[in-house]
């Protein structure tokens, strides 16, 4: 169990570009969820996978957010035309199966929008 | 919906002394409560968490919390502090394990 790890870990980019983070989960754990933090608040929620299906996505995912999980193992999260607003810390998490609620998180990937 | 208030957003204490973090939230639906903590530059570890049984529960690093389903509340306690017990500490509900509803945390700040 190496735990759930992200890269990378901290991202600058210019305004306008796209940017992709990923995450691996703990392996066999069959669901995996990305969470947004900003200074001062708690952990925002998403969207989430079940193996490689996307259930849930919150409402503050827009057009310009795509996760995919293709074989239900590793994640990305595509930000496109980036803009100040996304700087944030990225959170990913997984749950595996017989859970009792527990998330296991990465540390995380800090995105700097210039 | 489930949503979790945490009052106080910083709590400063002396070493050796008690502490309480509040936290309360709101749902329709029975909920599932945990308490997360985070270290300066490292991810969340859960501290405890209730789930059903005992309405008090006991976690990692001396830590407890109580489950108060009348007042809504599950308060995070300690019975004396230490310096490495300064972090940011998250109240978090989730009715069906589906997801978790993050407070806005509470920013523990221990001094000698």
């Known amino acids: 169990d190496t735990g759930v790890s992200q890269d990378p870990r901290h991202k600058i980019t210019k305004r306008g570009q796209n940017v992709t983070f990923r995450c691996d989960p703990i392996?066999?754990?069959?669901?995996l969820y990305w969470y947004r933090q900003t200074l001062g608040q708690g952990p925002e929620f998403l969207t989430y996978f079940q193996n490689e299906a996307q259930l849930e996505k919150s409402r503050l995912l827009s057009d310009r957010f795509s996760a995919e999980r293709p074989k239900g193992s590793f994640s990305t999260l595509e930000i496109q035309r980036t803009e100040q607003g996304d700087s944030a810390m990225y959170l990913c998490?997984?749950?595996?199966?017989?859970?009792?609620?527990?998330?296991?998180f990465g540390e995380g990937s800090r995105l700097t929008v210039l | 919906a489930q949503s979790v208030t945490q009052l106080d957003s910083q709590v400063p204490v002396f070493e050796e002394a008690p502490v309480e973090l509040r936290c309360n939230y709101s749902s329709s639906v029975s909920v599932y409560l945990f308490w997360y903590v985070q270290y300066p530059n490292q991810g969340l570890q859960l501290l405890l968490k209730y789930l059903s049984g005992s309405t008090l529960v006991k976690g990692i690093n001396g830590f407890e919390a109580e489950f108060n389903k009348s007042q809504t509340s599950f308060h995070l306690r300690k019975p004396s502090v230490h310096i490495s017990d300064t972090a940011e500490y998250f109240c978090a509900v989730s009715a069906s394990f589906q997801k978790l509803v993050f407070g806005t945390g509470t920013r523990l700040l221990v001094s000698p």
């Open positions: 998490a997984s749950l595996g199966q017989g859970h009792t609620g527990e998330l296991f």
């Open positions: 392996s066999e754990h069959n669901r």
